[in-house]
């Protein structure tokens, strides 16, 4: 080859390469969980300090306003300048009401002359900030949080029409085994945002601890949230001996009413709504502590300093055991406008009961031939109390086994064989499964250098292959609300640990929820990486499996 055709061919190269990062929009356009359609196009706009900002009143777009609001203080420090008069400038950012989306729809155009985000409501054009987040290179926050000024930034041509296929995209934070702070909650549903999670499923009490202020009963924060030990390492389950190790600390924590408001309200307005979740009629151990006369012999407890599954359960052949659950779930609805309310319901043995004489005769009245229909016929009750004040009961596939109502919704975690089966039977389900949505579990096959984690191996992949619909025909899939990840918290005593697990897995259940036809595992790796990107900006802390490897 002579010098010439070599040169030739590097300039070729650099032109290529040149146009690639111009209009390299493709590239750029990354985005989880993936919009409905994206299509590129020439050039891009240009989002600088000094851009006018378009938004009508009449619209009351205010939560995707403040949310645009928050995202320009972190690119710029300062507000956009608000358009004056009631036209649209050329060079503005707009933020309007389209009547013809569906509430939580929108689409976003950026063009050279132009950003507009048309919504069919706050929801939707808080969905269409978040995406404009990652068109954003992600550097540009990181610039800002070292105090480098910013000037203008440029946001490549597209046009995104976007909405979510599945209702319900949740996440759950078990804080009873380990308590994590209001801040902490809140950064949670930071997380949520991004990632278009909407519903926050709060696991709030437990045997080592209960964590949400009842009035009512005032002992079951003042002793039920606090734990004189918590053993160290895996749970033998069930054989505590002398070689079980504790770290004597005590660990406690729990929420006022006031800060339980102050969550449901910061949820709120980034369109997150959160289902409590009061354990009844099992893991209940912190709820006997505090109250010995809810269990069926009336001994004293201590708050559980062990994991595993407890047969120390609420009594349900006594009335005032109801009388309290009511007492409790009163507080609870004036606290979460929620019209889900999670009562728990797995893992509850009958053991107690067995033995109890108020339970045996609970069983003679209403005709159970069975310990296991107490559970069923609680869980009725309950159910019925709930609906009688508008709320919808929710709990754990376990509810199916004691025979359960055809409006309570189920949650499947022991796979996806009861959530199959409630949704065949006509139950509305949000599908949990173990074997997908479990990110307490390894996220590596090589445990040797994770931090301490419940047990099993859940890859990145494998969270992204979850079907929500597997087994379903068309007519019971409109059963399926939504999918949900669950973090229970047995092994992470702190919040980068919360990360750690949570990220990036946490972005596949999104995807999943978001857009479930969509199974394009190298695209969502392709999209991910750049994702990742914002979590580091963001300060979030994160695995680096199956994305940095
Ligand atoms: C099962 S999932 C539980 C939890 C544990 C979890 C650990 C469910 C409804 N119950 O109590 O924390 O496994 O993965």
């Given at each position: 080859m002579t010098m010439k055709r070599l040169l030739i061919l590097a300039l070729g190269c650099l032109v290529l390469a040149s146009c690639g990062s111009e209009s390299g929009?493709?590239?750029?356009?990354?985005?989880?969980?993936?919009?409905?359609?994206?299509?590129?196009?020439?050039?891009?706009?240009?989002?600088?300090?000094?851009?006018p900002l378009y938004l009508r009143a009449a619209d009351s777009l205010s939560?995707?306003?403040?949310?645009?609001?928050?995202?320009?203080?972190?690119?710029?420090g300062a507000s956009l300048p608000l358009s004056q008069g009631d036209s649209l400038r050329a060079g503005s950012v707009a933020l309007l009401r389209a009547d013809s989306l569906r509430e939580d729809a929108y689409r976003l155009t950026v063009e050279p002359g132009r950003l507009t985000i048309a919504a069919g409501g706050d929801r939707g054009a808080?969905?269409?900030?978040?995406?404009?987040?990652?068109?954003?290179?992600?550097?540009?926050?990181?610039?800002?949080?070292?105090?480098?000024?910013?000037?203008?930034?440029?946001?490549?041509?597209?046009?995104?029409?976007?909405a979510p296929a599945l209702a319900y995209r949740g996440l759950m934070l078990?804080?009873?085994?380990?308590?994590?702070?209001?801040?902490?909650?809140?950064?949670?549903?930071?997380?949520?945002?991004?990632?278009?999670?909407?519903?926050?499923?709060?696991?709030?009490?437990?045997?080592q601890g209960w964590r949400i202020e009842i009035r009512k009963y005032p002992k079951l924060t003042e002793i039920g949230s606090v734990r004189r030990r918590t053993l160290i390492g895996h749970d033998p389950g069930g054989e505590y001996d002398e070689t079980c190790r504790y770290d004597e600390t005590p660990h406690g924590g729990y929420y006022t009413q006031a800060e339980i408001r102050e969550v449901v309200d910061y949820a709120a307005r980034r369109f997150i709504t959160v289902i409590p979740e009061?354990?009844?009629?099992?893991?209940?151990?912190?709820?006997?502590?505090?109250?010995?006369?809810?269990?069926?012999?009336?001994?004293?407890?201590?708050?559980?300093?062990?994991?595993?599954?407890?047969?120390?359960?609420?009594?349900?052949?006594?009335?005032?055991?109801?009388?309290?659950?009511?007492?409790?779930?009163?507080?609870?609805?004036?606290?979460?406008?929620?019209?889900?309310?999670?009562?728990?319901?797995?893992?509850?043995?009958?053991?107690?009961?067995?033995?109890?004489?108020?339970?045996?005769?609970?069983?003679r009245r209403e005709g159970l031939t069975s310990e296991r229909q107490l559970q069923g016929y609680a869980t009725a009750r309950v159910e019925r109390?709930?609906?009688a004040r508008g709320r919808r009961l929710m709990g754990w596939d376990e509810i199916l086994d004691g025979g359960v109502s055809p409006t309570a919704v189920v949650m499947s975690w022991r796979g996806s064989e009861g959530g199959i089966r409630a949704a065949r039977q006509g139950n509305p389900v949000v599908m949990a499964p173990t074997t997908h949505c479990y990110l307490d579990y390894y996220q590596t096959a090589d445990t040797s250098r994770e931090p301490l984690a419940w047990g099993g191996c859940l890859p990145l992949e494998k969270v992204y292959a979850l079907d929500p619909y597997e087994g379903l025909d068309a007519r019971e899939r409109a059963n399926v609300l939504?999918?949900?990840?669950?973090?229970?918290?047995?092994?992470?005593?702190?919040?980068?640990?919360?990360?750690?697990?949570?990220?990036?897995?946490?972005?596949?259940?999104?995807?999943?929820?978001?857009?479930?036809?969509?199974?394009?595992?190298?695209?969502?790796?392709?999209?991910l990486r750049h994702l990742t990107g914002y979590y580091d900006a963001l300060g979030y802390r994160r695995a680096p499996h199956g994305t940095d490897d």
């Open positions: 929009s493709q590239e750029r356009i990354a985005v989880v969980p993936r919009p409905s359609s994206v299509a590129a196009g020439e050039g891009g706009f240009r989002l600088e300090p000094c851009t939560c995707a306003a403040a949310a645009f609001d928050e995202l320009v203080h972190a690119l710029f808080f969905y269409a900030v978040q995406t404009l987040r990652q068109l954003i290179p992600a550097g540009r926050f990181l610039d800002r949080a070292t105090g480098e000024t910013t000037a203008g930034i440029s946001i490549p041509a597209v046009r995104i029409d976007d078990d804080v009873a085994r380990h308590f994590f702070t209001v801040e902490e909650v809140k950064r949670t549903l930071d997380l949520m945002a991004l990632h278009k999670l909407n519903v926050f499923h709060w696991h709030l009490t437990d045997d009061v354990e009844f009629p099992g893991h209940a151990v912190a709820a006997l502590a505090s109250y010995p006369w809810l269990g069926c012999t009336g001994e004293q407890y201590e708050v559980r300093q062990t994991w595993d599954i407890d047969d120390r359960v609420f009594c349900v052949g006594r009335d005032t055991t109801f009388d309290f659950i009511e007492g409790v779930l009163d507080e609870v609805l004036e606290l979460f406008p929620s019209p889900l309310i999670h009562i728990g319901g797995d893992e509850c043995p009958d053991k107690m009961w067995a033995r109890c004489p108020h339970c045996r005769e609970r069983m109390y709930l609906a939504g999918v949900q990840a669950n973090l229970w918290t047995e092994y992470i005593a702190d919040f980068a640990q919360v990360q750690y697990m949570l990220l990036p897995r946490l972005a596949a259940v999104a995807e999943r929820g978001w857009c479930p036809a969509e199974n394009d595992f190298a695209d969502f790796r392709r999209r």
